[in-house]
């Protein structure tokens, strides 16, 4: 009972655990119990006859006499390549174009505001195998490559904010490779991008061999929903960079990912709901499913899903599955935010000014370590 | 079935969930499984005939070709109130001294070599009364004070690391309180001292009405047996206060607190693990059991307990009860750190260039924040 058999932790847990201990051990390990979201019929009849997993919970806030709710519908989207990696490339991207619209559709049904794909979610995440073809074939413009074409059609469609993540091909800079999220308005303008700022080096992922570091630093993207922010993949695991998004203004931080079970699985859970609290904001982590199947590569497991919502106060929805393609939709008041801000105050105790210090200190390579010695 | 009722969620998963599914439901809640320790039998009578959980755990690394293992015994104490909150203050901290000097004597048998007590160990944890009378009076000097003594009396004892967090009269500086962490060496010595450096103002825990921000920034000690910092409390809410301490150099970051259940418990496996993982060092949770129980303030729940030790890959060793007194005991090879820095990267990846600078940019009152509108 291991890999790609076990579906999910909140499944194994409904299961087993008695009612009277369930309530607790979710308490737990899930803070707050959210309330199910009411999804239409026949959004989840189209889920179930495309085989993919639809999940919907509730994020409440407290009532307030100056602010009314602050209500968006937040939808997560995680899949499956459709087409063996050695089709030709246009039709690789058409086929994930056809499979993640259809997604979109019944995200739409359910009233979704703003969507958010998966890291590069247009291509196999080849990353590991070092090729350059035909794996750079899939970088598209930002502005106006198919992809973002696609996304503009969506948005227009469904006066939905989408979120893109893609391989981008800069060609305003000598055709640089960058790892970039598109931000669409719900008009279908390309409100703009935000590269990924923290790029691995970890075992057969150096994405470095492919793009560097992002220059667009911490954008937050006023959308009519909300103030969003996309930390890309590796980004969360670094504290700082969650948090200068978070001082930019965001209240949703997307983290479009792809990572694989023996590596990361269970710091998954941690850290962007550990960035939630420390934040004071949403934070939507977006894992793919599936293997990369990558044929020139050794097998290194599966992509493991499990894409959640984390809330400031501790929160979150279940994750979506392990293994199946899924679209996890959360109603969010984002008036939480500040009200779990006023109650525990880490922006108003943070010192940040004593760490600008420290760290400008501390990044000189001369820097003395304050070691206390017998 | 919930607030006292309900010992650990360990123990819940362990009674209800088959053999078969529980070690993934393991591995995905807490990393890699981690072997017993193997304790003495003197040491698990002692532990049962006065009453308090002993448990003890192995994190183990990989050989390395040119390093020895670096093997450390850590030892964290959790503990209630020994007498009445209106029992004379000499009494109620010589009570605490007797109990926990049992407890210690335990981890000597267990070859513990760095021993850590709760925040404020000598005292109720009665911050929330606003009282000055008796509370301001269990503070002590940090270099020759009674419980300083008392805690250099137990390192010479044992040969053993003591870190001892309590309320600080500091004489030379007008008498001001702090709350404050003592390292004495092994040899005896006081090593130093490390003050709170996030004080918390939520709900009824106003602290600054006792004790302000700390001065003494973020030292780490160097001892016989690994390099050590103290991050008091709230301050594992501040991802940049476990950062400095790993920047200057600790391997082990203790968190002794004092929280209690409906504020933070869901949140509690999260900060400090995620800190383990974010810095590739160990962190040690350690939070009291018991009510407060201060005669004159409103009932406002227990604290949980449910303290554990997290590594730098993401395994952590189940909690501690969340009722009832306990020693946990943990083996770790500190060699582990590197391992994982090495396989992770996040310091080599960590832009802390561009973080000082764009912090020292957003400290500033005319801040205008990097917002895309439409």
Not at 66 to 88: E, F, M, S
Not at 108 to 132: D, H, L, S
Request: with cysteine.
């Amino acid at each position: 009972m291991s890999g790609e058999d076990f579906e999910s932790l909140e499944k194994v847990l409904e299961t087993c655990v008695p009612e009277a201990e369930l309530r607790e051990v979710r308490r737990l390990l899930f803070g707050k119990q959210l309330k199910k979201l009411n999804l239409p019929q026949s959004a989840l009849d189209a889920a179930e006859e495309q085989d993919f997993d639809l999940k919907g919970y509730v994020f409440e806030a407290s009532p307030e006499q100056l602010r009314p709710p602050r209500t968006v519908r937040v939808g997560l989207i995680q899949n499956k390549i459709v087409l063996p990696t050695d089709a030709p490339v246009l039709e690789q991207i058409t086929a994930l174009h056809k499979r993640v619209g259809e997604m979109v559709e019944v995200a739409a049904i359910c009233g979704v505001n703003i969507v958010c794909f998966q890291e590069a979610w247009t291509m196999p995440f080849a990353f590991c195998t070092r090729e350059r073809e035909p794996w750079t074939e899939f970088a598209e413009s930002a502005e106006d490559g198919l992809t973002t074409r696609f996304c503009i059609q969506l948005a227009k469609k469904y006066n939905m904010v989408v979120v893109s993540p893609i391989l981008e091909r800069d060609e305003i800079h000598g055709g640089t490779l960058w790892n970039t999220a598109v931000v669409v308005s719900n008009n279908g303008n390309v409100l703009g991008k935000s590269r990924k700022n923290h790029i691995p080096r970890v075992g057969d992922f150096n994405e470095s061999t492919y793009y560097m570091e992002g220059n667009t630093s911490h954008p937050v993207f006023q959308t009519q929903f909300g103030k969003i922010a996309v930390n890309i993949c590796y980004g969360r695991h670094h504290p700082l960079n969650w948090l200068m998004y978070s001082i930019h203004g965001a209240e949703i931080i997307f983290n479009p990912s792809a990572t694989v079970g023996l590596l990361s699985e269970p710091i998954w859970p941690i850290e962007a709901r550990n960035a939630a609290i420390a934040n004071h904001c949403f934070t939507c982590a977006i894992n793919r499913v599936g293997t990369v199947c990558a044929t020139s590569h050794h097998d290194f497991g599966h992509f493991y899903g499990s894409s959640y919502v984390a809330a400031p106060d501790g929160s979150r929805s279940p994750g979506l599955s392990r293994t199946r393609d899924g679209l996890l939709v959360t109603e969010m008041d984002l008036n939480l935010n500040r009200q779990v801000a006023d109650k525990w105050n880490f922006k108003m105790t943070g010192r940040y000014e004593m760490y600008a210090e420290e760290l400008k200190k501390a990044i000189q390579h001369d820097f003395k370590p304050n070691i206390v010695k017998e």
